[in-house]
């Protein structure tokens, strides 16, 4: 993109893509001297070089590892491994893979308990609709409360967990079992603009510390009393003298392949009787996503409303905006019904899981508001919004006076 003329973020000073409804203060985003955020850029770029032939070349890419792999492989048990929530991106990977490439991937799952019953009888077809050998790791319920909470308090983020489950615990299998591919899903950061598209990054330490574990690591969480090293060492990410022994890449099949996440969830609909949600999510509009834990689109993405003031529907509308599927004008009003709503049963599900009271839960959160973001006026927390005039959302549980001063 063309990195002219960016506006710099300055203190409250939040303004909206004029295309999409990002706000300047995403993470990584910046406005343009048009007002045009950098991931509408970004995907004006990929769909003016994204033809036919870009896909051609592409695809001839990924034939190309497929033959590689097998033959290192040689008939062994499974060709790669494919980590897997039971979502619409896992049963894409692993219907190109297998039903399309002809691999024998094995399917791996970071198990963090709180699927929607959906999501799992989603996960629990897999290996009957996909005919795919299936290995599930769940670790103790008692480690995952203790887990939800230690991340809550330190990050604000009580999911931290699941993002690392997931990059690390296939991984960490794959180099055991001598598994030398590892196949991921959608590729999250030419959007953000970590990596540009022909880079065709791989998994690294880099993207994954610094994007999926947003710089934490597993010894983060034991200083809070309640964890031992003992019980999260599967977290650790692997010695690069293990990812050298067994030759291990890991890919992303967006990389290689068109990411259309609403033209997919209905194909594994009809092929493999995907099911979506049955009940609507209060935050958000989609319903064939985060099926894999009840908490995704409740009170974890209600935090991220509480630090940076958008949401999951803010994400989904952005991203339908780039595609063609909704105008701007519905997107805003989107934002306006999903964003703020705090999800009440959700919340009160989440709390008597790891047994801290609603009062803390809100004195907590308010830590986290990101100032740039959030002012205080008459006992209440302002924001602007996406739609014009900025609006008050709840009360200040903020305690200190030094606190509050930060939002004066
Ligand atoms: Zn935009």
Not at 63 to 92: F, H, M
Not at 238 to 267: C, M, Q, T
Not at 322 to 346: C, F, I, N, W
Request: charged residues 25%; hydrophobic residues 35%.
């Amino acid at each position: 993109m063309n990195t002219a003329n960016l506006t710099p973020k300055t203190s409250r000073s939040v303004t909206y893509c004029t295309r999409c409804v990002y706000p300047s203060l995403a993470v990584n985003t910046l406005l343009d001297d048009e007002g045009v955020c950098n991931a509408c850029r970004n995907a004006e770029e990929f769909s003016r070089l994204a033809d036919a032939a870009f896909w051609d070349e592409r695809r001839a890419r990924f034939e190309s590892l497929v033959e590689e792999t097998q033959s290192r492989t040689n008939g062994a048990n499974w060709d790669c491994i494919i980590p897997v929530s039971g979502g619409k991106d896992s049963y894409w990977q692993a219907h190109l893979c297998k039903n399309v490439y002809g691999l024998k991937p094995l399917l791996v799952t970071y198990h963090a308990n709180n699927f929607l019953p959906e999501g799992q009888a989603n996960l629990d077809r897999m290996r009957d609709e996909l005919g795919c050998d299936h290995m599930v790791f769940g670790p103790s319920v008692e480690t995952l409360r203790r887990l939800n909470l230690a991340a809550f308090r330190r990050m604000g983020d009580m999911n931290w967990h699941c993002h690392a489950g997931i990059k690390i615990v296939p991984v960490r299998l794959a180099l055991q079992l001598n598994v030398p591919l590892v196949v991921w899903g959608e590729i999250t950061w030419t959007v953000a603009g970590m990596f540009a598209p022909d880079d065709f990054a791989e998994y690294n330490k880099r993207t994954v510390l610094e994007h999926d574990l947003r710089g934490f690591t597993w010894e983060d969480f034991i200083d809070d009393g309640t964890l031992e090293p003992g019980d999260l060492h599967w977290l650790g990410f692997p010695s690069d003298h293990d990812l050298e022994r067994v030759g291990l890449r890991g890919v992303y099949i967006g990389n290689f392949f068109p990411w259309e996440p609403n033209e997919h969830a209905k194909l594994m609909h009809r092929l493999y009787n995907f099911e979506f949600a049955r009940r609507p999510f209060e935050r958000t509009y989609r319903t064939m996503s985060n099926l894999d834990d009840m908490h995704e689109n409740g009170v974890h993405d209600y935090m991220k409303f509480i630090k940076f003031g958008y949401g999951r529907a803010s994400d989904h509308a952005s991203k339908d905006v780039r595609d063609g599927l909704m105008s701007r004008e519905d997107a805003v009003a989107t934002v306006r019904k999903h964003d703020h709503v705090k999800p009440r049963a959700d919340l009160e599900r989440w709390l008597a899981y790891v047994g801290i009271s609603e009062d803390e839960f809100d004195r907590t959160a308010d830590t986290f508001r990101d100032p740039r973001v959030w002012w205080i006026d008459g006992g209440r927390w302002w924001k602007r919004n996406v739609w014009g005039e900025p609006s008050p959302y709840g009360n200040v549980k903020l305690a200190s006076a030094s606190e509050r001063e930060r939002y004066s």
